[in-house]
């Protein structure tokens, strides 16, 4: 399975970025797929993950303002972004693991991506 994230950017705080992740591969349905994070000097930290019956989970620090999403059509995975903070500031990076459900995790997952940065200025 090969991830690619996109989407990240430059954005005020109070704004919205949408960052996407396409895996390969034709079983993609049976991943969860998971969104981590990792700010300037700080350790990588779980942000969402969607199991393949598409539960949820969240981290507390963005519950209420991040919604993850999945489209199995496409073999994507969404991360809608909204209220956005400074120090949501981070790069992105998309998981992929075959797991009982959404995990907070990451030696659950298998696949990571190369990550995409997200800038929220004050």
């Known amino acids: 399975v090969h991830v690619v994230e996109s989407g990240g950017g430059l954005v005020q705080a109070g704004g919205s970025l949408r960052v996407s992740c396409v895996a390969s591969g034709q079983t993609f349905s049976s991943y969860t797929m998971g969104w981590f994070r990792r700010a300037p000097g700080k350790e990588r930290e779980f942000v969402a993950a969607?199991?393949?019956?598409?539960?949820?989970t969240y981290a507390d620090s963005v519950k209420g303002r991040f919604t993850i999403a999945r489209d199995n059509a496409k073999n994507t995975v969404y991360l809608q972004m909204n209220s956005l903070k400074p120090e949501d500031t981070a790069v992105y990076y998309c998981a992929a693991g075959l797991v009982a459900g959404p995990s907070y995790r990451a030696p659950l997952y298998d696949y990571w991506g190369q990550g995409t940065q997200v800038t929220v200025s004050s």
């Open positions: 969607i199991g393949w019956t598409s539960s949820t």
